[in-house]
T-cell receptor, first 120, second 117 residues
Framework: GAVVSQHPSWVICKSGTSVKIECRSL??????MFWYRQFPKQSLMLMAT?????????EQGVEKDKFLINHASLTLSTLTVTSAHPEDSSFYIC????????????????FGAGTRLSVL | AQTVTQSQPEMSVQEAETVTLSCTYD???????LFWYKQPPSRQMILVIR??????QNATENRFSVNFQKAAKSFSLKISDSQLGDTAMYFC??????????????FGGGTRLMVKP
């Protein structure tokens, strides 16, 4: 149980285009989802926290107009990288926190498999 | 704000031997959770073990165990009988306690573990 699907796993795009990454909780409802960015051989850096039905909370230094996050349902959050540039190339990972009290009480986040973004 | 420090960027261990990965953290919180995540070459984050700060007993999961020293703010991971499949990046992570949960994880810089045959 507690599977998080992230799609696509790898995307290559031209500079100036926008890319959408989806994060779905397959067998549970996720009231909170998180988006992380990971550079090669580095740790995960939190970009933003999204709660279903409300605006995302962005970490300091993350451009909210650049990285649009939508959490329209309890099972889906999307990250759109707008007008992507080569410096946006990175590995993006989502995680989900269950809404069900019994699972939520464990304070475990379930991670997607990540998306490798390459901007040419 | 919380910080998590992993002082060993890289480690290696012979297959079947035991290895310990270090983690220290800094927080003013009294109630929190600590985690070890594994990230193999596939880059999928996998939860290895979880510790609740209010529990004195160290968590164990099969070959994985922790040494949680709350006063020292230390949370090391011991891997016994190391296997080739244990080769991965290991991240120590901190989360504040909240009744509503949904709290963020703060990650350490990671330790790259290589298990040698």
């Amino acid at each position: 149980g507690a599977v998080v699907s992230q799609h696509p796993s790898w995307v290559i795009c031209k500079s100036g285009t926008s890319v959408k990454i989806e994060c779905r909780s397959l067998d549970f409802q996720a009231t909170t989802m998180f988006w992380y960015r990971q550079f090669p051989k580095q740790s995960l850096m939190l970009m933003a926290t999204s709660n279903e039905g409300s605006k995302a909370t962005y970490e300091q230094g993350v451009e909210k107009d650049k990285f649009l996050i939508n959490h329209a349902s309890l099972t889906l959050s999307t990250l759109t990288v707008t007008s992507a540039h080569p410096e946006d190339s990175s590995f993006y990972i989502c995680s989900a926190s269950p809404g069900l009290a019994a699972l939520r009480a464990k304070n475990i986040q379930y991670f997607g498999a990540g998306t490798r973004l390459s901007v040419l | 704000a919380q910080t998590v420090t992993q002082s060993q960027p890289e480690m290696s261990v012979q297959e079947a031997e035991t290895v310990t990965l270090s983690c220290t953290y800094d927080t003013s919180e009294n109630n929190y959770y600590l985690f070890w995540y594994k990230q193999p070459p596939s880059r999928q984050m996998i939860l290895v073990i979880r510790q609740e700060a209010y529990k004195q007993q160290n968590a164990t999961e099969n070959r994985f165990s922790v040494n949680f020293q709350k006063a020292a703010k230390s949370f090391s991971l011991k891997i016994s009988d190391s296997q080739l499949g244990d080769t991965a990046m290991y991240f120590c992570a901190f989360m504040k306690h909240s009744l509503n949960a949904g709290n963020m994880l703060t990650f350490g810089g990671g330790t790259r573990l290589m298990v040698k045959p």
